[in-house]
């Protein structure tokens, strides 16, 4: 059993910054995937980034790439999703999730993930 928690939502105006921390306990961290996906009102759940367990592979939604950044510190079982130029568009909850994948792939789908945390409002204000 893996347990997530996330941190560091908030309100932001359009064009600022937030980062939001993931912390994992339970089990081996680094034997894990990670990935951030948000759901907005009436909307599904979206892929927003992904990371391999080491931390060497990464990969982002078209809408997101060149403004987010995902991170992880193995030593300190935490996955980060640091965002820039917020827009608009970019609010919703946000969830952190963890699949086992220690062969350093990861995933671009929620069923395929194992874990989820409880989620964090992010809303940007025009």
């Known amino acids: 059993q893996v347990q997530l928690v996330e941190s560091g939502g908030g309100l932001v105006q359009a064009g600022g910054s937030l980062r939001l921390s993931c912390v994992a306990s339970?089990?081996?961290?680094?034997?894990?995937?990670m990935a951030w996906f948000r759901q907005a009102p009436g909307k599904e759940r979206e892929f927003v980034a992904a990371?391999?367990?080491?931390?060497?592979?990464?990969d982002y939604a078209d809408s997101v790439k060149g403004r987010f950044t995902i991170s992880r510190d193995n030593a300190k079982n935490t996955v980060y999703l640091q965002m820039n130029n917020l827009k608009p568009e970019d609010t919703a909850v946000y969830y952190c999730?963890?699949?086992?994948?220690?062969?350093?792939?990861?995933?671009?789908?929620?069923?395929?993930?194992?874990?989820w945390g409880q989620g964090t409002q992010v809303t940007v204000s025009s």
């Open positions: 999730a963890a699949a086992l994948a220690s062969d350093g792939s990861y995933y671009y789908t929620s069923a395929q993930y194992d874990y």
């Open positions: 990371i391999s367990w080491s931390g060497h592979s990464t």
């Open positions: 339970g089990r081996i961290f680094s034997n894990y995937a």
